[in-house]
């Protein structure tokens, strides 16, 4: 039996996907965490198989979240769940230590195949994801400026991009205002903008504007 842990900030979501996979006769316990800290909580006190791990968990990043599962549970197969398409975040994720990257639109039958196979230690690959790994190995010169940035660059990018100000950024993060001006002006230089409209219309333009 697969154990599972849904780690979700809306209740809404996890009680759906509770319903779902209590359905496969294949999944056992299925728990469910609202955040990264109570999620650690879990997986210290229980066994778990395989983590569905929201990409965006309210103030704290999912990334961040996945970072501290992988260290500390190198064993536990984690699927990032995003309701943005692969082309934001399924290959940083992949490369994070995710074992898979669903988009939440995707059927009941696709989450239960990639259950299964991050289950018994496998990485899932849907053909999106494929095309865009086979797209950086073949070109990585051709990739896109943002692509070049560290998580925590993109994390700040992200959070530039849905009009948050410096000093919000930085009580999010839980890092100083003058760390996160640190961070910005580094996504200025890689992205070679010199202005918050350019960094937006960047952001436009390579669909990384929240949905």
Do not use: W
């Not at 791990?53 to 999912?62: K, P, Q």
């Not at 934001?88 to 196979?117: D, H, T, W």
């Not at 790994?133 to 990739?143: F, G, M, P, T, Y």
């Not at 839980?174 to 910005?184: F, G, Q, V």
Request: hydrophobic letters at 50%; glycine letters at 8%; proline letters at 3%.
């Amino acid at each position: 039996m697969i154990r599972i842990l849904i780690v979700d900030d809306h209740m809404i979501i996890r009680r759906g996907l509770m319903q779902i996979l209590t359905s496969e006769a294949r999944v056992g316990e299925v728990a469910e965490a609202a955040d990264g800290p109570a999620a650690l909580r879990i997986l210290r006190a229980s066994t778990v198989d395989v983590v569905l791990l929201d990409i965006a968990l309210g103030e704290r990043d999912g990334l961040d979240v996945l970072k501290a599962i992988r260290s500390e549970f190198p064993a536990v197969g984690v699927i990032m769940l995003s309701v943005y398409p692969e082309t934001q975040f399924g290959v940083r994720s992949i490369r994070a230590g995710a074992s898979a990257y669903l988009n939440k639109g995707c059927s009941p039958e696709m989450l239960f195949e990639a259950v299964v196979k991050v289950a018994g230690g496998g990485i899932f690959i849907t053909a999106a994801i494929a095309e865009l790994l086979a797209r950086n190995v073949r070109a990585d010169e051709s990739r896109p400026l943002h692509e070049l940035l560290s998580d925590r660059e993109f994390q700040v990018l992200k959070l530039l991009a849905q009009g948050r100000s410096v000093s919000e950024i930085a009580e999010q993060l839980s890092l100083s205002a003058n760390t996160i001006s640190t961070y910005r002006g580094r996504v200025f230089d890689k992205l070679g903008v010199r202005s918050m409209v350019e960094l937006l219309t960047y952001a436009a333009r390579q669909d990384l504007l929240p949905m």
